[in-house]
């Protein structure tokens, strides 16, 4: 006999591993934006390129993952399932290694105000119109 709860409980299973891979992936987002931000201007091309090439490799691991489980006859749950994983795989490897690298970046020293804002452009007196 078919269990209808079965079915709507692997779907919300398969919602909450897309919730974490979401969060997961705003996390490595947020890595990679700081590492670029750190990098001289050869390194944050390197990474941006980097960055576009993981994508790529990611998408078509995805496609080929997806219509492998859809060719063995995979229900589209599996078919999902199969390509969250490849997602998850990349994206927790990513976070590791932007981890890992972390440490050694060099972030320039933020400027003190009086630096930034000289006295006599930030506190001029305009006279009054």
Do not use: C
Not at 55 to 66: C, G, L, P, V
Request: glycine residues 4%; charged residues 30%; proline residues 3%.
């Amino acid at each position: 006999m078919l269990d209808p709860t079965r079915i709507w409980n692997s779907w919300f299973s398969l919602s909450l591993q897309a919730a974490r891979l979401t969060w997961e992936a705003h996390n490595v987002v947020a890595l990679r934006l700081m590492r670029i931000a750190g990098e001289s201007a050869l390194g944050r091309r390197s990474e941006t390129h980097r960055m576009v090439n993981e994508k790529i490799a990611a998408f078509t691991e995805a496609q080929a993952s997806a219509a492998t489980a859809a060719v063995r006859g995979g229900g589209s749950h599996r078919v999902a399932k199969k390509v969250l994983g490849v997602y998850e795989k990349r994206v927790r490897r990513n976070k590791k290694d932007l981890r890992a690298n972390f440490k050694s970046l060099r972030f320039p020293k933020a400027r003190r105000r009086e630096q930034a804002f000289p006295k006599s452009l930030a506190f001029r007196k305009f006279p009054a119109a």
